[in-house]
């Protein structure tokens, strides 16, 4: 890392093979910001601490972060502003802080482009276990880089676009149109939290609320499909009242 680097060093860096994580903490309340970093520097990631969305914004551009924690309440800006005016130049995963009472807000900053929220009050363990889910989707985009963008693999499961073939453990799966369609669509936003907005606009089309019954059905079918074939395809996750997500798989580390 620069020496001129804003990111604040973790302690073991010195030491450290491989770059460590930066963080970018946006967050006004100060015990809150304090556990998040603390937390950061002693699991051996960097952090860079903003306590204003005009701070958040400018230390997103000037720093490139590998992940933003944003808190959606913050006192000179809408955090939904922040993150469309972040989506402008950078797809660095942006998960968002929010409290209960700003349920709506949250999935508004789905729909602007965050990954994924956690909810306050939350444990260190669910906030290093988002954090790594979205270093996990990085990782995956940075090492896919330069392959073949028409194959798309995710533990047992493996979707072929150019052919439009799904398999899981090497066995074919056949799916409706509609269930294809949603696949794709989880897939190429694996990691992220899609809303059911979201995913009905790309899907039908149309953000109507009359389709959600059918979003249910078709995500229901869609996932008995890929776990009859294997239990361990269990990779797309409800979030009640906001929408699905497919994470990430863990793959053996090829030998
Ligand atoms: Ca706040």
Known sequence: MPHNSPFQAAPHEQQAIETPERILVVEDDKAIRTLVTATLESHGMSFLAAATGREAIAAASASNPDVILLDLGLPDMDGVDIIRAVRQWTMTPIIVLSARSEDDDKVAALDAGADDYLTKPFSVDELLARL????????????????DQSIFENGPLRIDFAAGCVSVDGQEVRLAPMEYKLLCLLAHNAGKVLTHRTILQAVWGSTLPQNLPSLRVFMATLRK???????????????????????????????
């Not at 790594?132 to 392959?147: D, K, P, S, T, V």
């Open 225 to 255: 499909k890929l776990e009859a074939v294997s239990p361990q395809c269990s990779c797309i996750h409800t979030h009640v009242g906001v929408g699905y997500r497919m994470g990430r798989l863990e793959t053996p580390p090829e030998v």
């Open 132 to 147: 790594r889910a979205a270093l996990r989707r990085i990782r995956y985009e940075r090492g896919n880089m330069n392959r």
